[in-house]
C-alpha cells in the first residue's frame, strides 16, 4: 500500500516560515511527480507547487516568490518551503503524487497563519 506521509504543519504568524515535509516509498517518488496542494474552509482543493521527477516546478501565482517546492532523491522526500506567509495561506495543505491516472495521496497537515 502507497502511503505518503506529511509533516511540519503548525501555527504561524504572518511573515513567518514553514517547511512541509512528505515522504513515500523509493519506487514511487523515483518516477512520480509529486505536489502540494491545499484546501481551505468552504473552498476547494487548489494546486500549490507540483515537482517532476527531473525537478520541474509548476507553482500556483498565488505563492511564486514565496513558496519553494524541492525534492530530496537520498530521502525520497519532498519539501514546501513556504516563506512570508498570509492569513490567505491558511489550510490543509495535502501531499500527491501522481502519474498517467494514478495518483496517490497523502492525509494532511494542517498550516494557520494568524496573529
Not at 518551503?81 to 498517467?100: G, I, Q, S
Request: hydrophobic content about 30%; proline content about 3%; overall charge positive.
Amino acid at each position: 500500500q502507497v502511503q505518503l506521509v506529511e509533516s511540519g504543519g503548525g501555527l504561524v504568524q504572518p511573515g513567518g516560515s514553514l517547511r512541509l515535509s512528505c515522504v513515500t516509498s523509493r519506487s514511487i517518488f523515483s518516477i512520480y511527480t509529486m505536489g502540494w496542494y491545499r484546501q481551505a474552509p468552504g473552498k476547494q482543493r487548489e494546486l500549490v507547487a507540483t515537482s517532476t521527477s527531473d525537478s520541474r516546478t509548476v507553482y500556483a501565482d498565488s505563492v511564486k516568490g514565496r513558496f519553494t517546492i524541492s525534492r530530496d532523491n537520498t530521502k525520497n522526500t519532498v519539501y514546501l518551503d513556504m516563506n512570508n506567509l498570509k492569513p490567505e495561506d491558511t489550510a490543509v495543505y495535502f501531499c500527491r503524487a501522481f502519474r498517467y491516472s494514478i495518483e496517490y495521496w497523502g492525509q494532511g497537515t494542517q498550516v494557520t497563519v494568524s496573529s
